[in-house]
């Protein structure tokens, strides 16, 4: 999936080939920094880019709801 979670690229794509990135790459206003993270969910793996200042646990709870969505 590779979206943002928190700063300044929320909601974002972001398809990177590393584990860590500063906003600024992708957008040149941006001042986040990012970590990759991946989470194993039902049948398969999926990666999130999580900003530095978001805690891990809320995090989650924002992708758990992202994931559980219904899918067309």
């Known amino acids: 999936m590779n979206i943002c979670i928190g700063g300044d690229l929320d909601g974002q794509v972001v398809d990177l080939k590393k584990a860590y990135f500063k906003g600024k790459e992708v ?3 941006s001042a986040s920094e990012y ?9 398969g793996l999926y990666y999130f880019w999580i900003a530095n200042d978001l805690s891990l646990s809320e995090a989650t709870k924002r992708i758990e709801l992202i994931l559980q969505k219904p899918k067309n």
């Open 27 to 29: 957008q040149d206003n």
């Open 35 to 43: 970590r990759k993270q991946t989470y194993i969910f039902e049948d």
